[in-house]
C-alpha cells in the first residue's frame, strides 16, 4: 500500500492460492476477485486452512524450542560435588567464562531453586578459591629451584666441581676421610680433635695437588674449602643439627665430621 501523510490507500495484490473450486483452474486472482469467489470456494479453502495450521505450529515449535514447558527443568548435574564439572567448565576456565556458564545454566533452570541454588553454590565456590588463590598464591618449588641453579652465583660454584675420570681416586679419598673420622671419635681429647683437623686439611691440599698439579692452586683452594668447611659445620651444629653425640667435646667432634665431609667432597671434586 501507499501511504500519504496518516491516510493509506490499499492497493490491488494477488495471490497464489492452492484452491481447487468448480469450474476454476489455479491462477492469479486478485483481491477483489477473492471477496466475490469466497462463497464459491468456503469448503475447499477452509480445508486449506486446517492443512495448513499444523504445519505453521510445527515450524514454530521448531524454531523456538517446542511449547511445551520447560521452566521446571532439573539440572542433571545437581548432585556432582566438583564445582567445575558441575558448571560444566574446565579448572582453567577464566571468570568471565565461569561467569557465562553460570548465567546460561541459571537462565535454562530457573524454574527449579534447588538446580539453582547448586548452580550458585558452584560458581560461589569456584569465584571464592580463584581470590583465594590470587591473594596467597602457591609456590611452585621446582620452578624455584630451577630459578637457583640456572642463577650465576650457583653456576659459578657449580662449575668449579667436576667427577674424578678414575674411581680410585674417589675410592682413595673416602678412605682417607673415614679414618680421620673414626680417629676423632675413637680418641677424643679435652682440648677437641685438634690434631686430626690439621691432617684433614693437610690431605685436602694434597688430593687436590694430585689432580690440579700446581702447589699455589692446591694450598689457595684447600685453604679455602678447609676454612668454609669449618665455619659451615659449626653453623649447621649451632642452628640446625641437634646434638648426636653425648660428651664434653660431643660439639667439637660432631662439627669436625660435617667439616670432613665437606673437605672429602672438595678435594674429590673441587678443580
Known amino acids: 500500500m501507499t501511504t500519504s501523510g496518516l491516510a493509506a490507500s490499499p492497493i490491488k495484490y494477488c495471490l497464489h492460492l492452492p484452491v481447487q473450486c468448480p469450474g476454476l483452474r489455479e491462477k492469479r ?22 492443512r495448513r495450521m499444523p504445519i505453521v505450529k510445527c515450524a514454530m515449535e521448531a524454531s523456538f524450542g517446542g511449547s511445551t514447558d520447560d521452566s521446571a527443568a532439573i539440572f542433571p548435574r545437581i548432585n556432582v560435588k566438583d564445582p567445575y564439572k558441575r558448571l560444566g567448565i574446565n579448572r582453567e576456565a ?22 539453582v541454588d547448586a548452580i550458585e553454590a558452584a560458581h560461589d565456590k569456584i ?16 620452578k624455584k629451584v630451577r630459578e637457583i641453579k640456572q642463577s650465576r652465583a650457583v653456576q659459578a660454584v657449580t662449575s668449579r666441581f ?25 680418641f677424643p681429647t679435652e682440648e677437641g680433635p685438634t690434631l686430626q683437623v690439621l691432617i684433614s686439611m693437610i690431605t ?13 692452586r692446591a694450598f689457595l683452594y684447600g685453604a679455602g674449602a678447609f676454612i668454609f668447611s669449618w665455619l659451615l659445620g659449626t653453623f649447621l651444629m ?3 643439627v641437634p646434638p648426636i653425640l653425648k660428651g664434653p667435646t660431643s660439639l667439637e667432634v660432631t662439627t ?16
Open 127 to 142: 569465584i571464592m578459591q580463584k581470590f583465594y588463590d590470587r591473594k596467597n598464591p602457591k609456590i611452585d618449588i621446582n
Open 162 to 186: 667436576r667427577t674424578p675420570a678414575s674411581t680410585k681416586f674417589i675410592v682413595k679419598t673416602s678412605i682417607a676421610f673415614i679414618v680421620l673420622g673414626a680417629l676423632t671419635v675413637l
Open 94 to 115: 577464566s571468570e568471565d567464562e565461569i561467569q557465562a556458564a553460570r548465567n546460561f545454566l541459571i537462565q535454562r533452570y530457573a524454574g527449579h531453586k534447588p538446580s
Open 29 to 50: 486472482v486478485s483481491a477483489s476477485f477473492l471477496g466475490r469467489s469466497r462463497s464459491h470456494c468456503a469448503g475447499p479453502t477452509q480445508n486449506y486452512r486446517s
Open 238 to 240: 649451632v642452628s640446625v
Open 204 to 216: 685436602t691440599v694434597y688430593f687436590i695437588h694430585d689432580r690440579l698439579k700446581s702447589k699455589l
Open 256 to 271: 669436625s665430621l660435617i667439616t670432613y665431609v665437606l673437605l672429602w667432597v672438595s678435594s674429590t671434586y673441587l678443580i
